[in-house]
């Protein structure tokens, strides 16, 4: 072999190495360039696929879970939030400013894994002075109060934490009220129950003195009747709790079935000397009917409502001002209509609701003043059973209140 067949085999060999390297090094550049991409898709992709917008995809799931949620750094700093917010304020100006939560984070921080607690946070009177302005309230919504949130802290990546945030205040208030619900009726049960037994018992011993058997007949009657009435009173409620709404509802005279209302109390007010002014759109009307003229008055108004719901609701509310105004004073009905809805109000000159007891006024056996409520033979039912009333007539109840100056129920139903 000479020296030219050397040169071209070193030729060949240098050629198919030159070609082996670079097919070599473009096959591991589109290698590298894939993987390359393959990485940034998974980093800057979203979990629910590459063709989501991932800022879209994080904000839609914290605004959808069921609690509040807040992302923030270990010193409370806010990255994001949900939309909507819980009933007292967390954050201003993107910074978490609870100290109870902050807390919780600063423990998670150092510790790390994940805390839960639960925390009552007082009621911010400077931003909520609107709210209670006058201290208006409506059955079935809550007066502002203190709020008990259940918090719950964890760390989620590179220095960013998750706050979750639930309102339990509506469940610790469902506590409270079933406590105080069995509590309640197991003492006004258990206390004429107690009593009956024990005089007649009494009886017993008093037969050879007939003044004596009287008396003590007369008392054991009296709390037979408290007993009755309560039983009365459970059943009326649980009859307002289960009946169907509107089930026998047709257009009925406002006018009448209040003066019908007001005939029911007309004992009891005349027993305490209170006087009942009845007014239609703002012109006092006689309580009843005059003789000789009709009873359907021209500026009356009709609704369609159930009439044994509409007048248990509006006795209740004036039985209830006359039990708790003094004597010689006045209670005022009014009716009128705004828009197209009518309005009834039940104004006494009392002595005011507590603007603590305001939001629990309207639940079962709650009463402001328990020791007044059993001299006055009150059981605590009528403004629950009133609630349910109107509720079942298709309206709303509400309470303005101040103390020392009277107490004012209204209830708004659609005109017919």
């Known amino acids: 072999m000479t020296w030219v067949h050397v040169a071209l085999a070193v030729l060949v060999t240098i050629i198919v190495l030159v070609i082996a390297v670079s097919r070599s090094y473009a096959l591991g550049r589109e290698s590298g360039e894939r993987d390359t ?41 806010v990255r994001c939030s949900s939309k909507s917010s819980v009933n007292v304020d967390v954050i201003e100006n993107g910074w978490i400013v609870k100290d ?47 709020s008990y949130l259940r918090v719950r802290v964890g760390h989620i990546c590179d220095g960013l934490y998750a706050v979750f945030i639930n309102d339990v205040t509506e469940q610790r208030r469902f506590e409270r009220m079933r406590r105080d619900f069995v509590t309640n009726v197991s003492h006004e049960l258990k206390t004429p129950a107690g009593a009956i037994s024990l005089l007649a018992e009494t009886v017993s011993d008093a037969a050879d003195d007939p003044g004596a058997v009287r008396y003590f007949a007369g008392r054991i009657t009296k709390e037979s009747q408290r007993l ?6 459970l059943i009326e409620l649980q009859r307002a709790q289960d009946a169907p709404a509107m089930s026998d509802a047709k257009p009925m005279s406002v006018v009448a079935m209040t003066r019908e209302s007001i ?86 000159q009392g002595i005011g609701i507590p603007k603590e007891s305001l939001g629990r006024i309207f639940e079962r056996f709650y009463r402001v003043d328990p020791a007044r409520s059993r001299e006055t033979g009150g059981s605590g039912l009528g403004l629950a059973i009133t609630k349910h009333c109107v509720q079942e007539c298709g309206g709303t109840i509400s309470v303005w209140s101040r103390e020392g100056e009277g107490s004012t129920f209204t209830i708004e139903l659609p005109v017919a």
Request: aromatic share 2%; hydrophobic share 40%.
């Open 263 to 348: 005939a029911a109390n007309e004992v009891q007010a005349d027993a305490k000397r209170i006087g009942i002014v009845l007014s239609l759109n703002g012109r006092v009307i006689p309580v009843e009917v005059p003789e000789g003229e009709p009873e359907t008055l021209d500026d009356d108004v009709l609704v369609r409502v159930g009439r044994e719901p509409f007048i248990t609701a509006v006795k209740n509310l004036v039985e209830n001002a006359i039990h708790y105004s003094p004597a010689h004073t006045t209670v005022s009905v009014g009716v009128g209509v705004v828009g197209d809805r009518v309005r009834i109000r039940v104004v006494d």
């Open 100 to 146: 109870e939560i902050l807390d919780i984070l600063h423990v998670v921080v150092e510790n790390g894994g994940v805390r839960e607690r639960e925390m009552c946070v007082s009621l911010d009177l400077t931003r909520m002075s609107s709210a209670i302005s006058g201290r208006g309230v409506t059955a079935g919504s809550s007066a502002p109060s203190d």
């Open 37 to 77: 991409l393959a990485g940034q898709g998974s980093d800057s992709g979203s979990l629910f696929g590459t063709d989501v917008p991932v800022r879209e995809a994080e904000q839609g799931l914290i605004d959808v879970m069921p609690s509040e949620v807040i992302v923030c750094d270990g010193n409370g700093s």
């Open 228 to 233: 009755t009435e309560l039983v009365h009173k």
